[in-house]
Antibody, heavy 119, light 107 residues
Framework: QVQLVQSGAEVKKPGASLKVSCKAS????????ISWVRQAPGQGLEWMGW????????NYAQNLQGRVTMTTDTSTSTAYMELRSLRSDDTAVYYC????????????WGQGTTVTVSS | SYVPTQPPSVSVAPGKTARITCGGN??????VHWYQQKPGLAPVLVIY???DRPSGIPERFSGSNSGNTATLTISRVEAGDEADYYC??????????FGGGTKLTVL
């Protein structure tokens, strides 16, 4: 079946970097993009950015430009999201989601990765 | 930046119809998707492209989008529909953005 499986929970110190992985299975990885979405405790969903697996084009949310990088490895059908210079307000659950493009929504989601940033 | 607005909460009795709105300037010209999220779980896409339903989503869920308001309608509401619902807008200038979410309470 189609699924996205994310890496495990992380605890980071302020100023550190984070890299979350998202392994896809059950579909042709290069036919879809991947969006990353985060959710701070008790808060709503925040779109972080999107990467085309086909050509590695990226669109990042303005408030994360310069701190976030999204990449893919087609040999392992895995997407990655790296966030640098972590702050306490980066504490959140991070999700990857299959995203073909603006007309189709995010139709398959990973289980989420809990990230805690604390000194 | 474009930020769609949702009511924080909506309450409905079982068997009735729930309507959750997503407002924004000329939102009718943009693509709107809707997600259901239950506590501790990842979101689930329930409506895409304003009014299309992914496979496996009950026909009780429907969507519309016109003017300055998009609406998610849930007919014959069941206890299991209690969740947070988020609209997500896409357009070429703002890319992807979520509304603030609406908590649906089934009385």
């Amino acid at each position: 079946q189609v699924q996205l499986v994310q890496s495990g929970a992380e605890v980071k110190k302020p100023g550190a970097s984070l890299k979350v992985s998202c392994k896809a299975s059950g579909y042709t990885f290069t036919s879809y993009g991947i969006s990353w979405v985060r959710q701070a405790p008790g808060q709503g969903l925040e779109w972080m950015g999107w990467i085309s697996v086909y050509n590695d084009n990226t669109n990042y949310a303005q408030n994360l430009q310069g701190r976030v990088t999204m990449t893919t490895d087609t040999s392992t059908s895995t997407a990655y999201m790296e966030l640098r210079s972590l702050r306490s307000d980066d504490t959140a659950v991070y999700y990857c989601a299959r995203d073909r493009g603006g007309n189709y929504g995010m139709d398959v989601w990973g289980q989420g990765t809990t990230v805690t940033v604390s000194s | 930046s474009y930020v769609p607005t949702q009511p924080p909460s909506v309450s409905v009795a079982p068997g009735k119809t729930a309507r959750i709105t997503c407002g924004g300037n000329n939102i009718g010209s943009k693509n709107v998707h809707w997600y259901q999220q239950k506590p501790g779980l990842a979101p689930v896409l329930v409506i895409y492209y304003d009014s299309d339903r992914p496979s496996g989503i009950p026909e009780r869920f429907s969507g519309s989008n016109s003017g300055n308001t998009a609406t998610l309608t849930i007919s014959r509401v069941e206890a299991g529909d209690e969740a947070d619902y988020y609209c997500q807008v896409w357009d070429s200038s703002s890319d992807r953005v979520f509304g603030g979410g609406t908590k649906l309470t089934v009385l």
